[in-house]
C-alpha cells in the first residue's frame, strides 16, 4: 500500500478520536448532587423581579451556547468519520490497482519468457549436431530472458540463472527442479566438456524445454473481457 494513504488514515483515526472525546465530553452530564435542605416556608420565599429585556438577551448565550457546541461537536465527529472512510476507500483501491498491474506485469513477463523458449526449441530443431543444438537452445533462451528483464549475472551459474528466472516468474516450485537441473546440465555437458552427446540427451534438452514452457504458459491468466 502506497505511504500517503498510510498517513492519511493515521490522521484521520487521529481526528476521530479527538471527535469522539469532544462530542463525549460536550454530552457528558454529571450526577446531580442532592442536598438536604430545610423545608422553605411561604415566610421565607422572597418573589424576584420579572428580568427585564436586556437581563434575558444576557443570559439566552449561556441557554443556547451549550447546544450550539454539542452540534458543532458532533458534526466535526461525523466529518472525520466519513474523513476516515473516504481514506481507507481509496487505500483500498490503490491496493487493488497495485495487485492488478503487479498480476499484468507479471503475465507480460511469462509471454516474453514463453515466446523466448519457443525461439529455443527452434534453435535446438535447426542445428543436426547434437551438441551444437544443446548449446544453441541454452544460449537463444538465456539471450532471449535477457531481452525480457532478467539477464544473467556473472556470478551466477545456469542452473541459478535458471531458478532466478522461475521465481520473477512465479513458477519456481519442487516440481520444476528436474527440468532445470536436467537442461542446465545438458548445456554444462555440451558446452564444457569432450563427452559425446546423444540424441537422447538432446530430446531430453527439448522436454525440459517444453516442461518450462507449460509451466509459464500455466501460470498465465485468462484474459479478461472488457466491461460494456
Request: proline content about 7%; some cysteine.
Amino acid at each position: 500500500m502506497p505511504s500517503w494513504p498510510l498517513f492519511l488514515a493515521s490522521l484521520a483515526a487521529l481526528v476521530v478520536l479527538l471527535g469522539a472525546a469532544g462530542v463525549f465530553f460536550a454530552l457528558y452530564k454529571p450526577p446531580r448532587i442532592t442536598e438536604d435542605v430545610t423545608p422553605i416556608t411561604s415566610a421565607s420565599v422572597v418573589e424576584e423581579p420579572p428580568q427585564t429585556s436586556e437581563e434575558q438577551e444576557q443570559t439566552e448565550p449561556h441557554l443556547y451556547g451549550g447546544s450550539i457546541r454539542s452540534i458543532l461537536l458532533v458534526a466535526a465527529g461525523v466529518a472525520a468519520l466519513l474523513l476516515l472512510a473516504l481514506v481507507v476507500a481509496r487505500a483500498a483501491r490503490a491496493s487493488r490497482e497495485h495487485r492488478v498491474e503487479s498480476e499484468e506485469r507479471l503475465d507480460g513477463l511469462r509471454r516474453e519468457l514463453t515466446a523466448a523458449l519457443r525461439v529455443s526449441l527452434e534453435a535446438i530443431f535447426a542445428e543436426e549436431d547434437c551438441r551444437q543444438a544443446v548449446i544453441a537452445c541454452y544460449l537463444r533462451m538465456e539471450q532471449g530472458f535477457g531481452a525480457a528483464g532478467l539477464p544473467r549475472a556473472p556470478a551466477e551459474t545456469p542452473f541459478e540463472f535458471l531458478e532466478r528466472v522461475a521465481r520473477e516468474a512465479g513458477v519456481a516450485g519442487p516440481g520444476l527442479g528436474p527440468a532445470l537441473a536436467v537442461l542446465t546440465r545438458l548445456y554444462e555437458l555440451a558446452r564444457f566438456s569432450q563427452h559425446l552427446v546423444r540424441h537422447a540427451d538432446r530430446s531430453a534438452a527439448v522436454r525440459s524445454l517444453r516442461e518450462l514452457e507449460e509451466v509459464l504458459a500455466g501460470g498465465l491468466r485468462a484474459p479478461q473481457r472488457a466491461r460494456p
